[in-house]
């Protein structure tokens, strides 16, 4: 089962490094992972998805709870109400006779075009993974070049209570 953790975390050098090797020292994979400073220049949000059994997720938890500079690990239940995220850059040939389908798909999909070269498009897409594994099958028999996507971001939707989610909190 796949699960989304956001973690709030001291902005300084090395604590990203101490999260990673945490995950690998103990053989868990980090499928996806975005880190970005938030409103609070000192504080960084680190949002992973790992995946694992309820076992997994609890050790998990708990060993982020002993970094030092961890000051909050929010735990997105399945089903709990949230607004999940994902970016991607698709660069997709184009030739004359499938400019058209390529432009079709972006104004479906509600994407834009990034980047326009002789013979491919660079398209930005932002969804949920359903959303960009289904652009990405349609656009696969014209030709994918590359692909980039940046890892899930993650949030409670409107005032939800964090307190069933908060397992460490900086006093």
Not at 153 to 160: E, I, P, T, Y
């Amino acid at each position: 089962m796949k699960h989304i953790i956001s973690v709030l975390v001291e902005n300084k050098p090395g604590v990203l490094a101490r999260i990673s090797g945490l995950f690998s020292s103990r053989g868990f994979n980090i499928e996806s992972l975005s880190v970005a400073e938030t409103l609070d220049p000192t504080v960084s949000r680190l949002t992973l998805v790992t995946q694992g059994n309820e076992q997994i997720l609890e050790q998990i938890k708990k060993q982020l709870n002993k970094l030092i500079d961890t000051i909050k690990v929010i735990d997105f239940d399945e089903g709990e109400d949230y607004v999940a995220r994902e970016m991607a850059l698709i660069k997709v040939n184009v030739r004359v006779e499938t400019r058209s389908e390529v432009l079709s798909i972006v104004d479906i999909f509600r994407c834009k075009v990034v980047d326009v070269s002789v013979d491919s498009y660079t398209i930005e897409v932002t969804g949920d993974d359903n959303k960009i594994q289904a652009i990405l099958d349609l656009f696969k028999p014209l030709g994918l070049k590359e692909i980039a996507r940046t890892g899930k971001a993650a949030l409670l939707r409107g005032n939800k209570s964090k307190k069933n989610h908060i397992i460490k909190e900086r006093e």
